[in-house]
């Protein structure tokens, strides 16, 4: 999605796996049964967090839009890992 490059989430996260922070498929399995996911991960894109995915820091990502981050969040969330082989 054009919009995780712009907004800068490339540069932490990658598709699959940890970087700086969670893989994007790693943050879709963590959450996949839960259903107020999206609403939540909203909510830190744009305030931030720290501990859910250990010592590391998500920073506020102030830029974002309310909108944009409810747009980011459903995207995380319907990303796949890889078939496994």
Known sequence: MRLSRARGCMGCHGMLRKQVGPGFAQVAERYKDDASAS??????IRAGSVGAWGRVIMPQQTQVTEAEARLLA????AQHAEPKR
């Open 39 to 44: 609403v939540r991960l909203a909510i830190k």
């Open 74 to 77: 459903e995207w995380v969330l």
